[in-house]
C-alpha cells in the first residue's frame, strides 16, 4: 500500500509539473528526434543536392554517400541511381566506363580514332551491351524492400529523396526497367524520377503516361539546349511530364529571360539544378559560386519570396581547387545559399 500511494504521489506530481513545464519542453521529443540532423530548408526554400557531387569521392556505396550528404549538411536530394542500385544488390561490371565515354566523345566531337581505339571502342561497346542485359534482368526481378530499407536508413539520419536518377529511362530501356525506375522511385519517397530529354516526342509520351499509371512524376534536364520553350511539348503530353531544370546551363546557353522562364514554369518545376556557370560572351565557365553570371541570389530569393515549393539542387561541377574536396566545395554552396536567403 505504501509503494503504491508514493507511486500515486509521483504521478500526480508529475503530471502537474508537465502541465507547468515551458512551452519548449513539451516539444523536446521532437528536438530530440532532430537533434544532429542536417536541416538546408532555409528561410522556406529547400536547398538539396544532386549526390553527383560526389562523383570524385572513392566510396561511391550508398552508406558512404549518405555520410558525404550529411556532412554537408544537407537534408533532401536528388539520389543517382548508383549508390542505391549497388545497395539493392545490382550486379556490378568491370567495364571501363572512363575510356568508353572517352572514345565516344571524341567520336561526336568529330575525331578521328585510330584503328586501335576503333577497336577498343567496339569491344568497348560489347562488354556495355552483355552488362546492360544482365542489369535488365536483375531489375525485373529485384526485391523493392532493399529500396525501403535504404529510404529508411536515409530518413533516420535526416535525409530525404525528393529525386532518383538511375539509367533505366533511355530510349533503349524496356518498359519494364521504366517500370522499375518509377517503382524504386516510389520505395525511396522520390516525389519524381529524373533523366536527361531525350529529344524524342515519342519517348517522352510513352514516359509521361507510364508516369501516370504508376503515379511518378518526370523530370527532364537540359544542358544547353534549354530555351524557353524546351519542355513544351512534354507537359503538354502528360500531366506527369515536368522539369528538371538547370539554371547554370541556361545561362550558358546565352538566354536573359530565366526570371521569366521560372514564373512561367514553377509549377511544373520539380526540381532545379543550381551551378554558377559563365555567360557565352564570358567564356561559359563552370566557376565557383559566386564568381560567375548565374543569377543564384535572385533566383533563390524569387523563390523565397514566391513561395515556390521546388527545391534547389546543388550540382558541384566547377574544379575543385587544390587542398578541397567535394564536401567542402558543397559546404561553401550551401552556405552561399543561407546568406542569400538570410
Excluded at 180 to 185: Q, V
Excluded at 261 to 280: C, V
Excluded at 304 to 332: C, M, R, T, W
Aim: proline share 4%.
Amino acid at each position: 500500500m505504501n509503494k503504491r500511494r508514493e507511486f500515486l504521489i509521483k504521478s500526480a506530481f508529475g503530471a502537474a509539473g508537465i502541465a507547468l513545464a515551458p512551452t519548449w519542453l513539451n516539444a523536446a521529443p521532437a528536438i530530440i528526434k532532430s537533434y544532429n540532423k542536417p536541416d538546408s530548408k532555409i528561410n522556406g526554400v529547400q536547398i538539396g543536392c544532386i549526390t553527383y557531387s560526389f562523383r570524385s569521392l572513392p566510396d561511391q556505396s550508398a552508406e558512404a554517400t549518405l555520410k558525404y550528404v550529411t556532412d554537408c549538411g544537407i537534408s533532401a536530394i536528388e539520389l543517382m541511381g548508383g549508390p542505391a542500385e549497388t545497395f539493392a544488390g545490382m550486379p556490378q561490371s568491370t567495364l571501363d566506363r572512363r575510356r568508353l565515354y572517352q572514345l565516344g566523345g571524341k567520336q561526336r566531337n568529330g575525331e578521328s580514332l585510330t584503328a586501335e581505339e576503333s577497336k577498343e571502342f567496339a569491344s568497348l561497346q560489347e562488354e556495355a551491351a552483355a552488362y546492360g542485359k544482365v542489369v535488365a534482368d536483375w531489375r525485373n526481378q529485384v526485391d523493392f524492400k532493399k529500396f525501403d530499407q535504404l529510404r529508411k536508413m536515409y530518413k533516420n539520419a535526416g535525409v530525404s529523396i525528393y529525386a532518383f536518377k538511375p539509367s533505366a529511362f533511355g530510349q533503349n530501356n524496356s518498359d519494364a526497367e521504366i517500370a522499375y525506375g518509377m517503382k524504386a522511385a516510389r520505395a525511396l519517397g522520390a516525389t519524381h524520377v529524373t533523366l536527361e530529354h531525350p529529344s524524342d516526342d515519342a519517348h517522352t509520351l510513352n514516359l509521361g503516361k507510364m508516369g501516370e499509371q504508376h503515379k511518378m512524376s518526370v523530370a527532364y534536364h537540359g544542358h544547353e539546349q534549354q530555351t524557353f520553350t524546351f519542355w513544351d511539348t512534354a507537359l503538354a503530353q502528360s500531366p506527369r511530364n515536368a522539369l528538371n531544370f538547370d539554371a547554370g546551363h541556361y545561362i550558358a546557353a546565352g538566354h536573359a529571360d530565366i526570371m521569366a522562364l521560372l514564373e512561367k514554369q514553377h509549377a511544373r518545376i520539380l526540381s532545379m539544378h543550381t551551378k554558377d556557370r559563365q555567360t557565352p560572351a564570358n567564356g561559359k565557365g563552370n566557376l565557383p559560386w559566386g564568381t560567375g553570371d548565374t543569377p543564384i541570389v535572385e533566383i533563390l530569393q524569387k523563390m523565397q519570396q514566391n513561395k515556390y515549393k521546388f527545391p534547389a539542387s546543388i550540382e558541384l561541377e566547377h574544379q575543385i581547387p587544390e587542398g578541397s574536396d567535394a564536401i567542402k566545395e558543397v559546404q561553401q554552396c550551401l552556405e552561399y545559399c543561407k546568406k542569400a536567403l538570410s
